[in-house]
């Protein structure tokens, strides 16, 4: 069965950083694509970042040069590095494993969720 906790969200001022984390159980992550995912207030949930299982990082234009994607293989924990937080980015954070690839973008292509972790930038 996996799973996927997320951690790390907390409320920051514009232009601070946070880190968020997922930890992974129940499978082999080298078999899945990993991204992250937002979803503000009433609005749709979007994709911020992925990762495949080559390492190859793939990024939302408007996180570009702001977020880093990463994954540590030994502890099974995918990470959101987030620099220069915008009021924008407030949002609930999810990560999410998609065991059989498709588009980074796509929230059809993820198969696995997480709860999310709230993110509030003012």
């Known amino acids: 069965h996996v799973q996927l906790v997320e951690s790390g969200g907390n409320s920051v001022q514009t232009r601070g950083s946070l880190k968020l984390s997922c930890v992974e159980s129940?499978?082999?992550?080298?078999?899945?694509?990993m991204a992250w995912f937002r979803q503000a207030q009433g609005k749709e949930r979007e994709a911020v970042a992925a990762?495949?299982?080559?390492?190859?990082?793939y990024y939302d234009d408007s996180v570009k040069s702001r977020f880093t994607i990463s994954h540590d293989n030994a502890k099974k924990t995918l990470y959101l590095q987030m620099n220069s937080l915008k009021p924008e980015d407030t949002a609930m954070y999810y990560c999410?494993?998609?065991?059989?690839?498709?588009?980074?973008?796509?929230?059809?292509?993820?198969?696995?969720w997480g709860q999310g972790t709230q993110v509030t930038v003012s």
């Open positions: 129940g499978y082999t992550r080298s078999r899945y694509l």
């Open positions: 990762i495949n299982p080559l390492g190859t990082a």
């Open positions: 999410a494993a998609s065991e059989y690839g498709g588009s980074w973008y796509d929230r059809s292509s993820y198969n696995y």
